[in-house]
């Protein structure tokens, strides 16, 4: 399993690389850099790739509304140039609350637009002209809807590889089909090694039936908070108000992807009560009424031999690479906490 992170999007970004610096001396596999309503991912990862030698780069994720599916591919070409061939492209849809509230994009066709973008981005890698003529987009654009004087191009560099790792992150049924039909790495949310099977085994099955050989394996890159110690445990509190933040305040309420995951782990009243106070404005309430047995479940946090035994349920379940929150402060505890994970798992 390799041991990944992820930089905060709220701040402290410059103390966060030099955290990595260090983390990538003790083995980090890979490091991603969200992006929701914050800085941009792209200027932050190539500042990232400045700074480090080896460990991996992924955007985690660059919703797919906003740029074009070339300006996609032309930016993940970038990072992988300024990288050394180092950056993978994880893309997901977001949700309508940040493409519609922050952006002023129709949300819409989420499955349909993955598809298209993936297959344009792998056309422009290869350095074909790229034509493409899909539901969705089309390139070059018709007379018909514009000037009619636009003609097929190929990316003028030459890319550092001709196919860039896709990540895809995706909950849905259809979607997580998707991915494990056409990505190269999946990246789910709030991962339940007990119930991830009934929840995603079908999709995942199917996917994997439809998938070119020539993808290799599906990289299934879980989040999780982690800290190990014997006085760990009050830090499940520090997890609760991203949880609470997702399932009850991501979305209408009767449009939130998260919520639903909860109720399909069985916990269908938590995940409303949850949502009726965090709407309400209650957010501190919202978060208490997350249940510890979830918090535990989908967390590393605990002596040593618990984090060992939820480390080979995270493999059993099919986890390969472990994106860790790491929880405790301080870079130098943040590089013991790297080096007991890779310990922990050999």
Known sequence: MRIGTHISYAGGFAESVADVVELEKVGLDIVSVPEAYSFDAVSQLGYLAART????????ILQLYTRT?????????????????RFSLGIGASGPQVVEGFHGVRYDAPLGRTREIVEICRQVWRRERVVHDGKHYQIPLPAEKGTGLGKPLKLINRP??????IILASLGPKNVAMTAEIAEGWQPIFFHPEKAASVWGEPLAEGRAKRDPSLGELDVMVGAAVA????????LDWVRPMIALYVGGMGARDKNFYN???????????????????????????????????????SLIGPASYVKERLAAFAEAGVTTLNASLLEPGVQRRVEVVSQLRELMD
Do not use: N
């Open 53 to 60: 030698e080896r460990v991996e780069l992924a955007s985690g």
């Open 69 to 85: 599916p070339t300006l996609t591919a032309m930016t993940a070409a970038g990072l992988d140039f300024v990288s050394g061939g």
């Open 160 to 165: 550092v590889r001709e196919r860039i790792p």
């Open 228 to 235: 190990i110690g014997d006085d760990v445990k009050h830090m």
């Open 260 to 298: 639903e995951l909860a109720c399909k782990y069985g916990y269908e009243a938590e995940a409303k009560q949850i949502q009726d106070l965090y709407l309400d404005g209650k957010k501190d309430e919202a978060a208490a009424a997350v249940p510890t047995e979830l918090v535990e479940a989908i």
